[in-house]
């Protein structure tokens, strides 16, 4: 039986939950599970031309560059718009909440990274509110105007659920991550312990980008990954590609 969000789960959730807990946590492991479909395993964002190029050749260097990514690139980025986007929406800021899924949608620096997270944002949207109808979700997509990106989708559709914005941000940016090394593993090639391993390293640069996204404004946006931008740029006439982006 579907649930909407202003339903209550039941009330002896197991593991010492309450029930609100346990609906944000089964939620937000569906949503971002790799089996939630919204096609995250076609997209590499460049690191299948930086494997072409050299600059990834083995777990180490995948490791680094995946590090510079989510610290200091596109992932505290998009951690940033999603914060945003949930605060905005949780206080049913109409007019702030558009300004901020129209600069997510600009701050992408190339044709199929905007492809990538306006697919992913459009499906995660679409799937989230069929197989989860929720009160009011409805009025915050219309309130964004056009494509929603995907961290600002999460963002909205976590508000909308009443998913807390601190695990919504861990759960979102491990996601990213784990896509990321999907990708690699596939590229350099890896085997499935070294992709764990660099899954387990990253845990701390996970909790430390969602914390800084927590205390961020848009003013403190912005990137130092010129590399990453570059292969990303790159990867659009790449000749042999096995991914979209």
Known sequence: MLMTANEQAPADAPGGMNSEQSASLYRLMTWLSPSFPVGAFSYSSGIEWAVEAGDI?????????????????????????????????????????RGI????????PSRERQLETSTQGRAFIEIARSAWPCEGLDGL??????????????GIVSAAHGVPLAPALQAFLHAVVANWIFAGA????????????????LEADVAATAGRALTASLDDLGSATF????????????YTRLFRS
Do not use: K
Not at 58 to 71: E, I, P
Not at 74 to 91: I, P, T
Not at 101 to 108: G, M, N, P, Q, R
Not at 227 to 236: I, K, P, Q, V
């Open 227 to 238: 590399r990453a931008d570059l292969a990303g740029l790159r990867h659009e006439t790449q």
């Open 141 to 154: 997509i219309a309130a964004c105007g056009g494509d929603t990106v995907y961290p600002v989708a999460v």
């Open 57 to 97: 050749t083995n777990a180490a260097a995948l490791r680094d560059w995946l590090g510079a990514m989510l610290s200091d690139g596109s992932g505290f980025c998009d951690a940033v718009f999603l914060a945003q986007a949930h605060r905005a929406a949780s206080a049913q800021g109409d007019a702030p909440l």
């Open 101 to 108: 899924a129209e600069l997510a949608a600009a701050f992408v």
């Open 186 to 201: 596939r590229l350099v090639p890896l085997g499935q312990t070294d992709s764990q391993r660099i899954l387990a390293s």
